[in-house]
């Protein structure tokens, strides 16, 4: 019989799988501070790390960074089949899956994820910085493009609430005023 997963199984797995490879939920929320704090000074690190919770809680998410982290591992003991393994061991630049992958997961947040995602790929902020540095001898082809989507996605759904939350002061302050 096929076994249903639990989603509290995928989630739990995905944040050890994230601590196996070097990676925290404060390196991502700091991520997601700087991406966020210029359009809102009163951002707290605490609110950066709630919402990475939170997007860490959608299956898209969970899933792309379950299949993603699978092949860093494999690639990096030699698993893979020829010629992927050497394509992905040596993060060959034109290869694009580990980018759609991760973009991929980040397309229901809205443009904002979409261009945070670009912005991070190209700028690699933090933790992303230090996983696409390739002197470790650990490979992360995948994992840095997805803590960007982590990171984007975050930040999109900050960025939508906070128009929430200051709409809602707008209304309450036009309110009293009548
Ligand atoms: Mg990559």
């Known amino acids: ?35 966020q704090s210029p359009y809102n000074p009163r951002l707290q690190m605490q609110t950066c790390m709630e919402s990475v919770h939170a997007v860490l809680r959608k299956r898209e998410l969970q899933h792309a960074l379950l299949v993603g982290i699978e092949l860093d591992v494999l690639a990096e003991k030699g698993m893979l089949s020829e010629p992927l ?21 980040v397309l229901g947040y809205g443009s904002i994820g979409v261009t945070t995602f670009g912005h991070l790929d190209k700028h690699k902020i933090g933790i992303i910085q230090k996983l696409d540095n390739k002197t470790s001898g650990m490979v992360h ?27 809602a002061e707008a209304d309450r302050m036009e309110e009293s005023a009548s």
């Open 1 to 35: 019989m096929v076994r249903q997963v639990h989603s509290d199984e995928v989630k739990s797995a995905v944040l050890r799988k994230l601590g196996e490879r070097g990676v925290t939920l404060e390196d991502v929320a700091a991520i997601v501070y700087e991406m």
């Open 85 to 105: 393994q050497s394509i992905v061991q040596a993060d060959e630049g034109l290869f694009g899956c580990d980018e759609t992958l991760a973009l991929g997961s």
């Open 141 to 167: 082809t995948f994992l840095d493009d997805l803590v960007a989507s982590i990171a984007a996605a975050a930040s999109s759904r900050l960025a939508h609430r906070q128009r929430d939350v200051d709409e």
